[in-house]
């Protein structure tokens, strides 16, 4: 099957993993005396926190040599070739080209960049990564020849200077300065939340022209979840029902590190997160990160009243399955893995009473989940045991939205039912894509 990638999310589930591929790479720098091997490292480290592999590194193609389809409002755009190969990739850049490309979106030539390189968010790196990050791209990535390749979008859309205006209204200029009242541990997180892991570009939802309502949590919707090429990224502020408001700071920190906890798994465009970028974190750097989003008060407040574990329905019509239409492709389907208690046997096999994925308002995620599954999450170069499997060729459309009004109704969680409408209409987009 050709497979067609649809979208920023699809780009980013798919790329490679990065994390063995680091030292091979940094070893052709070993050969040149003059080159600070430190710095290298550093600036390869980095480049995970950044997750720049996500993008800029194709599936099966060569280290950062770009070509990765992404789908823009506009049209398909490809990811360019940052390699240090002289004539096809950024060999010619100096460091102050490569500053300005990274935080300002502008490349060599003068040509704006288009926001799908999250350069709003890299805006806030300071000096010192972005001359690590170069040493690392001059010196620890090696060259490939490989063309550009033009985007697909028409004239007149195809026009870079209107970028200029975007960057003036929505480009916040300046590197992250540390918050004073704010102890080490959050202004690292923060820094690293805002800026290089660039959170918000999924996290967090966009205005009408496709700019992040908030960069930072003195903005309202900051990190309060968004929905990004059919996933739904979830809240990641205090609410405690959809989002971290009961995870604990350890929570958090297993789940950056291993990609599931005692409350939820990664799936969709977090797996590509958790396989290229945050497992590889220090643990210093990921108890930073938990520590800033555990800071973050209840994007839209707490008023609805906190979720507690209740079996008892749910058990009735488990026990007569006959009667409720979604209760019985539960039994067939999803109870082997899910339970009949909904509490799954985490972290392996994901739970589904109060999960927040499950009870968040927007469905999203768990209808394409349901659909089409996940790709593995990798940690330490093993594979999940249990990956979800997709249900597409298995169940109808009203199979689908039955079964997932069932588990939203179930064991408390309280959250609304699924349309069969919504089910056909993430089914066409998401086979669209494949
Ligand atoms: C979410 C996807 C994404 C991520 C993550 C990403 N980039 Fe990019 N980057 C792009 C896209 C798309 C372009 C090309 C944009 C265009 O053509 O307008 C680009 C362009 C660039 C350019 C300009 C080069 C040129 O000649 O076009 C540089 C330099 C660059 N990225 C560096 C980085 C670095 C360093 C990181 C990690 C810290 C990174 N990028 C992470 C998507 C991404
Ligand atoms: C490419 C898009 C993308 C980026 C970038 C991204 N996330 Fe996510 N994230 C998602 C999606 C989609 C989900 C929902 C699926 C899931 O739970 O894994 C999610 C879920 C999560 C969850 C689990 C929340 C829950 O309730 O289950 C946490 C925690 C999280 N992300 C933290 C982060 C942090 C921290 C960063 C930045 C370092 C980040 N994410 C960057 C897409 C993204
Ligand atoms: C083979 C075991 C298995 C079966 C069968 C299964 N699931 Fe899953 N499911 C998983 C795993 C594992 C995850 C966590 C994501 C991952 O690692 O792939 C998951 C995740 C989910 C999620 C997202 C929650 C989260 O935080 O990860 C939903 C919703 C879900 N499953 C619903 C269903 C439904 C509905 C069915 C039946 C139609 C079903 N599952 C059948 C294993 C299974």
Request: hydrophobic content about 40%; aromatic content about 8%; proline content about 7%.
């Amino acid at each position: 099957m050709k497979k067609m990638l649809k979208g920023l999310g699809a780009a980013l589930c798919v790329a490679l993993p990065f994390l063995a591929q680091v030292p091979a790479r940094a070893a052709s720098a070993a050969a040149n005396p003059a080159v600070d091997q430190t710095l290298v490292q550093r600036g390869a480290y980095l480049a995970q926190l950044g997750d720049c592999a996500a993008c800029h590194t194709a599936p099966k193609g060569k280290p950062f040599a770009g070509g990765l389809p992404m789908s823009t409002p506009m049209g398909r755009i490809y990811v360019t070739n940052i390699t240090p190969d002289a004539q096809t990739g950024i060999g010619g850049y100096t460091e102050a080209d490569f500053a300005r490309a990274l935080r300002e979106g502008v490349a060599k030539d003068g040509h704006n960049l288009y926001p799908a390189m999250p350069y709003p968010s890299y805006a806030k790196v300071n000096d010192d990564d972005v001359k690590a990050l170069y040493a690392f791209f001059m010196h620890g990535v090696a060259p490939v020849q490989q063309a550009n390749r033009e985007s697909d979008i028409k004239w007149p859309l195809n026009m870079r200077w209107p970028l200029m205006l975007w960057n003036m209204a929505f480009l916040d200029k300046g590197a992250y300065r540390d918050k004073p009242g704010k102890d080490a541990a959050w202004n690292r997180g923060a820094y690293l939340v805002q800026g290089l892991g660039h959170c918000g570009s999924c996290h967090t939802p966009r205005g009408v022209a496709f700019q992040e309502v908030a960069l930072d949590e003195s903005g309202s919707g900051f990190l309060s979840g968004a929905l990004l090429d059919d996933w739904f990224a979830s809240n990641l502020t205090g609410e405690h029902n959809a989002g971290l408001g009961r995870w604990s700071d350890e929570d958090v920190r297993t789940f950056l590190k291993t990609g599931a906890n005692r409350h939820a798994s990664a799936f969709g465009a977090m797996t590509s997160v958790i396989n290229n970028s945050t497992q590889a974190m220090s643990d210093q750097d990921v108890a930073a990160i938990s520590a800033y989003l555990k800071s973050l008060p209840p994007a839209g407040g707490n008023a609805a009243q906190p979720y507690t574990y209740d079996p008892q329905a749910t058990k009735v019509s488990l026990d007569r399955p006959a009667n409720d239409a979604g209760a019985r492709v539960y039994t067939a389907y999803c109870m082997h893995c899910h339970g009949v208690d909904g509490r799954g046997f985490a972290p392996m096999l994901a739970p589904l009473a109060g999960n927040p994925n499950v009870l968040a308002k927007n469905a999203s995620s768990l209808i394409n989940v349901t659909l089409n599954g996940t790709g593995d999450i990798v940690i330490n170069g093993v594979p999940s045991p249990f990956p979800m499997p997709g249900f597409a060729a298995v169940l109808d459309d009203q199979q689908i939205a039955d079964v997932l009004s069932f588990v939203r109704a179930g064991w408390n969680n309280g959250a609304p039912a699924v349309g069969v409408a919504e089910v056909a209409k993430l089914r066409q987009s998401t086979q669209a894509g494949r």
